[in-house]
């Protein structure tokens, strides 16, 4: 297969409309074409379309037990999806206080109205409006509710730029929309209001501190479960496989004593110099000059977590493309995006964690 590609200026969508009109067809014909949102790149198709999804599942190599989000142009395209009646007033609320953002709500499916793939045979599915120019033109051109996990193989870690969905997709996929980075670097917040709180399925790029200013009455379960067992089906993606992983074997080291942390993990790699590893740290801008490692990546700034989330993905992919075999990731506060930061690296490293 040829994958076509199409260059965008995302400032200057107007200017790209042939491009995105030739992307758009290709998905209603079908097809799979991978395009940038605020959060990483979506491998996105038809969910309406049983074959067309078929075709995400084959290209990533994704388990069909694995739900798919749909995204939307606008809210006015929910009542297609899902339930009416299931859609109460913290909903909406949550909707006028997120989207266009990333904040996928899971709702009761509506009976025919997407293919059973992409709910992965549950009765719900969750719904999401990206923020950002490129996606919404691509979606408002397609006039379809499109399936769109991240654009990497599965397990792999997400993409932030096209060139990382090149690298793990071309030649597997219909089309790459390039429209330069992406913003938050990780994916969206996966939520479900039930009876008896909120629960956030997956911590992303809307914090539980930002949930809960917007439903101040409402209480928070700040990510339910991380881990799902092998015989059930997950009710949003990244809760129950390997994801965003290295090719390297990878742990993470925290703790409340920096400089206990830090000397522990220097102690670590040595010891795997000693063995004849290829050593690879993945730390900040506050520590980077402390550690000596064949490969230390300063991953964004204590200081601004939001880039620390932002470069996180392209870091792992750099120890990829240096052959590190062995890597020491450090962990951050788990407050505000801190939390979808480490819960990334924890399903990166396999959940091998040390408390120091």
């Known amino acids: 297969m040829v994958t076509k590609y199409w260059k965008v200026d995302p400032d200057r969508v107007s200017d790209n409309g042939g491009e995105i009109v030739e992307a758009a067809a290709l998905l209603r014909s079908g097809d799979t074409v991978a395009f940038p949102t605020e959060t990483v790149y979506g491998l996105g ?36 999806l899902v339930e009416p009646t299931s859609v109460t007033p913290d909903h909406h609320r949550l909707m006028e206080a997120f989207w266009p953002g990333p904040l996928t709500i899971v709702l009761p499916v509506k009976t025919g109205s997407i ?121 949003a993606p990244g809760m129950k496989y390997t994801h965003y992983a290295p090719k390297g074997y990878m742990h993470i080291v925290y703790g409340d004593d920096a400089p206990a ?41 204590l200081a601004e977590p939001e880039t620390i989330a932002q470069e996180l993905y392209a870091a792992l992919r750099k120890f990829d493309q240096q052959g590190i075999q062995y890597i020491v990731a450090e962990g951050c506060p788990e407050t505000g995006i801190g939390q979808a930061i480490m819960n990334r690296l924890r399903k990166a490293a396999g959940h091998r964690l040390v408390r120091v």
Request: charged share 20%; proline share 6%; with cysteine.
């Open 261 to 301: 942390v830090a000397a522990w993990i220097q102690r670590d790699i040595q010891a795997a110099m000693e063995r004849g590893e290829s050593t690879g740290i993945l730390t900040f801008e506050e520590r980077a000059s402390q550690f000596e490692a064949d490969l230390v990546i300063a991953c964004g700034s």
């Open 115 to 235: 293919s059973s793939l992409v709910t992965a045979g549950l009765t719900t599915v969750g719904v999401r409006i990206p923020d950002h120019p490129v996606a919404l033109e691509l979606l408002r051109k397609a006039e379809l509710p499109i399936a769109a996990p991240s654009a990497n193989s599965s397990g792999r870690p997400s993409p932030t730029l096209a060139s990382h969905v090149r690298e793990d997709l071309d030649g597997r996929i219909g089309g790459i929309v390039d429209g330069g980075g992406t913003g938050v670097g990780v994916e969206s917040t996966v939520i479900q209001l039930v009876e008896g709180g909120l629960y956030i399925l997956r911590p992303g790029g809307v914090t539980a501190e930002q949930l809960q200013s917007t439903l101040p009455a409402i209480r928070i379960h700040e990510t339910e479960r991380e881990d799902v067992q092998a015989s059930e089906t997950p009710r």
């Open 45 to 80: 198709a038809d969910a309406t379309n049983t074959t067309a999804v078929e075709r995400i599942f084959s290209a990533k190599g994704r388990p069909s037990d694995n739900p798919l989000i749909v995204h939307i142009a606008d809210a006015g395209q929910l009542a297609d």
